[in-house]
């Protein structure tokens, strides 16, 4: 199997053995070639088409009532109007009252209906005043808080026409109870914005010692917090002093380590230098030893060789002697001995 390259191999030594320059044969290189597919065959039932996109719905265009207010709206801010204009009539008939125009008595709308000056007899005239005022604060009053901007539903434009007309009615009945002969109020008035003063100034009072109260623990919030200023000030002194006491500490501490520092450096530079001292000394000892053990080496070398002489002269001698022994002639005769026993037997 392997012989075509061995053989190649012991050809290619030989020719660099003689120097002669050898081709180097190169092998084929492989050809690819395209793979040998097979057609595929025609499908007997066609894909399917692609499924058609949906369509979506027309949208359906925004109501114009969103854009448009209400028609309920309108009506309720008309009713409101209405309301509002009904009490300022109102109003208006009952300051025409006070002031005692009989043409406006004449005309003074309540429930629908319209009161002649036969049914209305004109005030005294000192209940005049005190109605006057009665009627303008507590309608203006009202004036002044129904003019607040306040989105109204159906119910709440209802209940306030109501109100309005409710109010109108009592006015009305308290009215003819002052012309029907009721008590003068103006005492009953005068105590009692007396005493609305005294609960006034008692309650002035009380906002003043509020006040005070309040300044005074303003104050003592301020001495207290300069207080611990203070002591917070006093206490970073002693924070600092303590800290300057632990610097001095910590430096001369440093400066005690690197004194100490420097005392090793010098001890283990000392030793250093007593190691090669030492050193020196073990090389010459090491090299007294060496010389004093070759001196005996060789010494013993020498007695060695001495004895290894003498056994060679020794051999020597028994060799030449052996030497002339084996030179001398041997007797060849062989000397009878009388004396000796036989060995037979």
Known sequence: ???????????????KLSNHTTTVKTSRVTQPKEFNLTVPKPRAIPPPSPAPLP???KRQPVPSSIYKPPKERKKLEEIKTKNIQKSKVSIRSLTCVCKGDP???NTLPVQGTILTGKEIDPFPPQYLEVVWESVLTQYFEELTIDNIPIKLNTAAILREGALYQRKLEEELRRIENLQQGAGDPSEFLEWQKQMRGKDLEEHLAEIECRRLQGKL?????????QNVIQENKKKADLLREEKADLMHL???KCLQEQKEMKELVEQVMEGHKNVKQVKAKIQEYKQQIVQQVCEESGEL???ALEEKEDKNRKRYELIQQIRAIEST???RHKFVDLTEVSSKG
């Open 1 to 15: 199997r392997w012989q075509p390259k061995v053989q190649q191999l012991i050809e290619k030594l030989t020719d």
């Open 55 to 57: 369509v979506l719905p």
């Open 103 to 105: 043409f406006s008595l």
């Open 217 to 225: 623990s303003y104050e003592e919030a301020v001495l207290a917090h």
């Open 250 to 252: 910590y430096a001369e």
């Open 301 to 303: 070398l020498r007695q």
């Open 329 to 331: 002639p041997s007797i």
